[in-house]
């Protein structure tokens, strides 16, 4: 199985840009989709961001379309969030996860494989 470890986070000002990584081990991200996910304090997890394991196909939250991109580096077994024009409402813990399959997915109950998440915080 995998493991995830995400890095990155931080303390931004509204319009700010940060760039989340992701770094797997045990196994290549390449035999996987992976998603983005994100909660903030007394919310419910949400969806961010998928993209296929082939690294071809994305899909984005109408909250983050446009200003958010999701990248994958089989080289580098890692997988990114490129985070732009950060608002204060995209404050919360962010999540990487995995998902056995060739698809990505919009469903967080469809990945098996999480990791500890990244802090990120963006003042008014």
């Known amino acids: 199985q995998v493991q995830l470890v995400e890095s990155g986070g931080g303390l931004v000002q509204a319009g700010g840009s940060l760039r989340l990584s992701c770094a797997a081990s045990?196994?290549?991200?390449?035999?996987?989709?992976m998603g983005w996910f994100r909660q903030a304090p007394g919310k419910e997890r949400e969806f961010v961001a998928t993209?296929?394991?082939?690294?071809?196909?994305?899909y984005y939250a109408d909250s983050v379309t446009g200003r958010f991109t999701i990248s994958k580096d089989n080289a580098k077994n890692a997988v990114y969030l490129q985070m732009n024009s950060l608002k204060p409402e995209d404050t919360a813990v962010y999540y990487c996860a995995a998902r056995t399959s060739n698809f990505g997915s919009y469903e967080f109950n469809e990945y098996a494989y999480w990791g500890q998440g990244t802090q990120v915080t963006v003042s008014s």
């Open positions: 993209i296929n394991r082939r690294g071809i196909s994305t």
């Open positions: 045990g196994r290549t991200v390449s035999s996987y989709a």
